[in-house]
């Protein structure tokens, strides 16, 4: 199962989280304890030379000894995904290829603006990927197919809503 999905850039900064089993700490809060993961996940794989392999076992002792971070290093951000044992580490990795594909193919040659300018697209491609943890998809057409159909009827409902107010032409709702 994946218990999170963390992406954060060079800096630490994170620009997309996703957890899928709660984090605990004694004497944080839910989004304190998350924060905290968010930077121990960073530091343990910043650290490491783009060399090494993309594993790293029993490294966040807030979802237990058992987790596993699988990531991936693209330019500025790093991908990361923790894990439970039973889950393929190749598997983890291909899947972060298809997201990160997807991705591409979405806003054509993804950058990290387009995940802080359009984080509820990148949410919507990440749930078409995996939910409540477990991997839903990982044909690439059926992704896009699905982010499409969401596009189709995004700007349905916004045309609807600009016919409701009576406004057309350049002065259509955005």
Request: hydrophobic share 40%; proline share 1%.
């Amino acid at each position: 199962m994946i218990k999170g999905i963390i992406i954060v850039n060079n800096n630490g900064q994170a620009r997309i989280c996703k957890f899928f089993q709660s984090v605990h700490e004694e004497g944080y809060s839910a989004e304190d304890a998350q924060q905290q993961v968010v930077r121990k996940v960073f530091q343990q794989v910043a650290q490491r030379p783009d060399s090494f392999c993309n594993y790293l076992e029993g490294s966040i002792p807030e979802w237990g000894a058992t987790t596993k971070l699988i990531y991936r290093h693209y330019a500025t951000l790093y991908f990361v995904f923790a894990v439970d044992e039973l889950e393929s580490d190749l598997g983890i990795l291909d899947l972060i290829q298809v997201f990160v594909e997807a991705l591409d193919k979405c806003f054509e040659n993804v950058c990290e603006l387009d995940l802080i300018f359009h984080s509820d697209k990148v949410h919507y491609i990440l749930d078409e990927i995996v939910m409540a943890g477990m991997v839903l998809e990982t044909n690439i057409v059926s992704i896009l197919q699905g982010v499409n159909d969401q596009n189709k009827l995004h700007q349905k409902s916004l045309s609807k809503l600009n016919e409701a107010l009576g406004v057309t032409g350049k002065a259509q709702a955005r």
